[in-house]
C-alpha cells in the first residue's frame, strides 16, 4: 500500500519548503521517499522531484499558445493533466514503494471551480511559519485563539476597522459575520503548528498525519530512530530549507485530523510506550541488575516519616456522610482488616521528587515546598492506584485481595463502584490543588491509561492474546503507566523543563520499573502461593489472561496457543497451560524480561546525580526482582 500527502495552500504558504522539510525527516527515520510536483508555476524546487508537471507542459507555453493570463493557464494546465492521467498514473506506479508528498498548486480558482481537485481526503490543517509570528507584531489575540479558531466573531470588528466605512467593507460585512458564525456552529477549522526548522514540530505533525492516513497501523518505522530524528541527532539541512521560508500562511495538509493542543493533548498509547522505548540511556549505566551488589540502602526506611503518616492524610480526604462509601473507600488506608499493600508507588515518587530537587540544585525554601507537594503526590498516586484495584476486582469477579476479603465482597458491588470512584474524584481534587497544570495532563494520562488497559484486556482478540507486544502495552497501561506519569510529574514538581534530561529520566525509571513489577507480578501466579500472594494463584489464566510465562512457552510448547485461543475455558486448561508452562523455559525467559526492564529503570537512574535517593531507586529494582508476593 502506498502512503503519502497531498500538500494544499495558498501562495506563499510553505508547500514546497514543507515538502523539501518533510522529505529530509522522513529519510532520516528510513523511510523511502518520492517528491512529485503537480504546481506547473513552481519553478524553484530546493529538491530534486521524482515526477514533475512541467515535464508534461509548460505554464508559460499554456499561456502563450492559448493567450491566457496565469490563473488561466494554471487551470488549463491541470485540465491538460487530466487529459492525460495516464502520465500521472504512470509516474505513482514506478513509486509504489516509496512514501510520496505531492506539491499542489495554491491558486485557489482550482478549488473552487475545478472538480478534479476536489480531493475527499482525511486533512490535517497546519498554521506553517509560526517561528516568524514574532515578526508581524503582537497578535490580536493569543495563538491558541487563531489555532483553535476560538469564536471567531471576534475577529469582525478588527476587520472593520482595518477596512474601514468602505463600500467594500459594508458590502462583505454581512458575508464576514455569516462565515463566522457557520465556522463557530460546526467547528470547522482547528490548526496546528509548525515550524519546519524545529525537528520536534516536524515530528509532532507527522505523528498526526501517520494516524490520519492510516501509516502508524500499517506500517512500523525503526522503533530506535524516530526520537532520534526529533531530538535532532541527524544531519538537517536547515539553510536548504530556511532559504525558501518568507511569509506567514496558513498550509493544508490533505491528510490528517485537526491538530490541536487542547488541555490534555491527544495521545495514543502505541505511540507513548513507542516513544519510551526508543529513548535508550544505557550510556548511563553505572551499576549492573545482574552482576553488582544492591546498594547498601533501605528505600522504605529513607521515606518512613512520609509513608506514616499516607494513611491519616488519605482519610482525612475521603471523610463523608455515607459510611458505606467512606469505608469501602478507606479499607485499604487503615479502616479495613487487610494488609496495607506495598506502597512501592509512594515510596517511588518521594524518592524520585527527592532526586529530582537535589538535581534542580533548589533552594533550601524551594526544596522544602517541593517536598510538601511530593508527598501530596505520593497520596494522589496511592488513592489513583487503589480505586484501580477497587474496580478490577468488581471487573474481575475477585474474592481477596491483599489477604483480605475484596471491598466489593465486603460490602455491594454497587458500593465498591462508587468508593472507587469517589477515590479518583478526590485524587482529582488534590491533583487540582497542585496547582502546576502540566502535572495534572500527566496524571490525567494516567487515568486514561488505566481505562484503555482495562478495555484491552476485556475485549482482546485472539491475536492480540497471543502478542508479546500487546501484553507489553497492556501491562504499561494498567501497571506501568500510572508509575511513570507519577515519576514524570514529581520530577516537573521539582521545577524540571517538560523537556528536559531529569524528566524523561523520572518517566523512563517509572515505565521500566512498572513493567519490570508487573513481569514479576506475572512470574509470581505460577511460583507463589495464595498466602503470599494474598489473592489465589494462576488467577491470571483463570480469567482467560496470557501472560509472559504462556506466551514465551508457546515457543516450546505449541499446544499452549490453543488454550490461550480458547481463554483456558475448558475444564482442566489452567492445570494443563501451567504443565506445560512448567516444562519449558516460559518462567526462565519472564525473568529475563523482568531483568532487562529493571535494568532499563537502573540506567535511568544512572542518568541522575549521585545521591542516597538515587541508590533507594536502584535498590528498589533489586526488590523487584526478587520479591515474593
Known amino acids: 500500500m502506498v502512503f503519502g500527502q497531498v500538500v494544499i495552500g495558498p501562495p506563499g504558504s510553505g508547500k514546497t519548503t514543507y515538502c523539501n522539510g518533510m522529505r529530509q525527516f522522513l529519510e532520516g527515520l528510513g523511510r523511502k521517499v518520492a517528491v512529485v510536483n503537480l504546481d506547473p508555476a513552481n519553478d524553484v524546487l530546493p529538491c530534486a522531484v521524482e515526477a514533475d508537471i512541467r515535464d508534461l507542459i509548460s505554464l508559460e507555453g499554456a499561456a502563450a499558445a492559448c493567450e491566457l493570463g496565469p490563473n488561466g493557464a494554471l487551470v488549463y494546465c491541470i485540465e491538460f493533466l487530466e487529459a492525460n492521467l495516464d502520465w500521472l498514473i504512470d509516474a ?6 516509496c512514501y510520496v508528498l505531492i506539491d499542489m498548486p495554491g491558486q485557489v480558482e482550482l478549488y473552487t471551480h475545478h472538480d478534479s481537485v476536489q480531493l475527499e481526503l482525511p486533512q490535517i490543517n497546519l498554521l506553517s511559519k509560526v517561528d516568524l509570528i514574532e515578526s508581524y507584531g503582537e497578535l490580536a489575540f493569543g495563538l491558541d485563539f487563531y489555532t483553535d479558531v476560538l469564536d471567531p466573531s471576534r475577529l469582525l470588528p478588527l476587520l472593520q476597522e482595518r477596512e474601514g466605512d468602505t463600500p467594500f467593507a459594508r458590502k462583505h460585512a454581512k458575508l464576514n ?50 526520537s532520534t530524528v526529533a531530538a535532532g541527532e541527524t544531519e538537517w539541512d536547515d539553510e536548504r530549507v530556511g532559504r525558501f521560508t518568507r511569509r506567514s500562511s496558513a498550509s493544508r495538509v490533505a491528510v490528517a485530523d485537526k491538530d490541536r493542543e487542547p488541555v490534555v493533548v491527544d495521545s495514543t498509547t502505541m505511540t507513548t510506550v513507542r516513544s519510551l522505548n526508543e529513548k535508550s540511556l544505557s550510556k548511563f549505566r553505572c551499576h549492573s541488575i545482574s552482576k553488582d551488589p544492591s546498594p547498601d540502602v533501605n528505600p522504605f526506611g529513607m521515606v518512613a516519616a512520609e509513608l ?39 515510596v517511588i ?41 477497587v474496580h478490577d476486582d468488581v471487573l474481575d469477579g475477585a474474592d481477596t485481595r491483599r489477604g483480605g476479603s475484596a471491598v466489593h465482597k465486603l460490602f455491594t458491588t454497587k458500593a465498591a463502584v462508587l468508593s472507587g470512584d469517589f477515590l479518583l474524584a478526590r485524587a482529582s481534587i488534590a491533583l487540582a490543588k497542585l496547582a502546576h497544570p502540566q502535572v495534572v495532563k500527566e496524571m490525567a494520562k494516567s487515568l486514561e491509561a488505566l481505562v484503555q488497559g482495562e478495555i484491552m484486556q476485556l475485549q482482546s482478540t485472539e491475536e492480540e492474546r497471543l502478542s508479546l507486544e500487546y501484553y507489553l502495552t497492556k501491562s504499561y497501561c494498567k501497571t506501568a503507566s500510572l508509575m511513570a506519569f507519577s515519576c514524570k510529574s514529581a520530577a516537573l514538581l521539582a521545577s524540571h523543563p517538560l523537556e528536559s534530561s531529569t524528566v524523561v529520566a523520572a518517566e523512563k525509571f517509572g515505565y521500566h520499573f512498572g513493567l519490570a513489577f508487573q513481569v514479576i507480578d506475572d512470574l509470581l501466579d505460577f511460583t507463589g502461593t495464595s ?47 501451567c504443565e506445560l508452562v512448567l516444562a519449558s523455559k516460559g518462567l526462565q525467559r519472564t525473568k529475563e524480561l523482568a531483568n532487562f526492564h529493571a535494568q532499563a529503570a537502573v540506567d535511568a537512574c544512572c542518568s541522575l546525580p549521585v545521591s542516597k535517593q538515587r541508590d533507594g531507586l536502584i535498590q528498589l529494582c533489586h526488590v523487584v526482582l526478587s520479591r515474593s508476593s
Not at 459575520?177 to 477549522?189: G, K, N, Q, R, T
Not at 515518587?349 to 526544596?367: D, K, Y
Not at 482467560?544 to 499452549?560: C, R
Request: proline fraction near 3%; hydrophobic fraction near 40%; charge should be negative.
Open 92 to 97: 505513482l506506479e514506478r513509486l509504489k514503494d
Open 177 to 226: 459575520a455569516a462565515i463566522a458564525e457557520l465556522v463557530d456552529d460546526f467547528s470547522l477549522v482547528a490548526f496546528g503548528t509548525l515550524n519546519i526548522t524545529d525537528k520536534q514540530s516536524m515530528a509532532r505533525a507527522l505523528k498526526s498525519i501517520d494516524k490520519a492516513n492510516g501509516y502508524c497501523f500499517g506500517v512500523v518505522d525503526d522503533p530506535n530512530i524516530f
Open 308 to 346: 506514616s503518616t499516607l494513611n491519616g492524610e488519605v482519610c482525612a480526604q475521603l471523610e463523608g456522610k455515607d459510611d458505606d462509601l467512606v469505608g469501602s473507600a478507606q479499607h485499604f488506608f487503615g479502616a479495613g482488616n487487610t494488609r496495607e499493600g506495598k506502597r512501592v508507588r509512594p
Open 349 to 389: 515518587v518521594c524518592l524520585m521528587g527527592q532526586a529530582a530537587s537535589l538535581a534542580a540544585g533548589l533552594s533550601e525554601e524551594q526544596a522544602a515546598a517541593a517536598y510538601v507537594k511530593h508527598r501530596e503526590l505520593a497520596a494522589i498516586t496511592e488513592m489513583i492506584h487503589t480505586a484501580s484495584l
Open 531 to 577: 498466602d503470599t500472594l494474598g489473592k489465589p494463584g494462576l488467577q491470571d489464566m483463570a480469567l482467560g489472561l496470557s501472560t509472559a510465562p504462556v506466551l514465551y512457552g508457546i515457543e516450546e510448547q505449541p499446544e499452549l496457543k490453543e488454550l490461550v485461543a480458547r481463554k483456558f475455558g475448558q475444564p482442566g486448561d489452567v492445570h494443563r497451560a
